[in-house]
């Protein structure tokens, strides 16, 4: 029900705001703010979204959970297409969610309404504490550089 009312009420009043500020300041300079909102937008968007994969490649390098920047990925990612979208409020909202702290008040406000289910293709429960000192390697052949590898296909 909520996003059926939401594209309701968005196009209405994407409307009713070019209407009142196209009658303020005219059709050409409201047309031209539209647009260089979206180029402005293409180009912020780029770069936070460069910024983020730097930091998600970070966190996963330091085996640290990336959850935060992977949603703030999707965020800019979504304020991307709204600022693709031509309407003052979807811009106004894209804007909005380029700003870091935005941002970060979103992820909060989002972890702490959704609740988040783990699927494990395990029947028991994992432990990170589990010990793997009865894995043992009982065959293993060396393989030099010049031999052929089973694995690739020379045209034999």
């Known amino acids: 029900m909520w996003l059926l009312l939401l594209f309701i009420v968005v196009p209405v009043l994407e409307i009713w705001l070019f209407i ?3 009658g303020a300041i005219g059709t050409y300079i409201t047309l031209l703010i539209i647009l260089l909102t979206a180029i402005l937008g293409t180009f912020l968007v780029k770069a936070q979204g460069i910024y983020v994969l730097k930091e998600i490649q970070g966190k996963l390098n330091e085996l640290k959970n990336p959850t935060e920047p992977i949603v ?12 693709l979208t031509p309407g003052f409020f979807t811009d106004s909202v894209g804007f909005l969610l ?3 702290g935005v941002r970060s008040v979103t992820f ?10 783990s699927l494990s293709s395990e029947s ?7 010990s793997y000192t009865d894995i043992e ?4 052949k060396e393989v030099r550089p010049e031999e052929k590898s089973p694995w690739t296909n020379n045209g034999d």
Do not use: C, E, R, V
């Open 98 to 100: 380029l700003i870091p």
């Open 124 to 130: 028991k429960p994992h432990s990170s504490t589990q």
């Open 20 to 22: 009142i500020i196209g």
């Open 137 to 140: 390697i009982t065959d293993y």
């Open 72 to 83: 703030h990925g999707a965020m800019i990612l979504f304020a991307g297409a709204l600022l």
């Open 108 to 117: 909060s406000w989002l972890k702490n309404n959704l609740k988040f289910i």
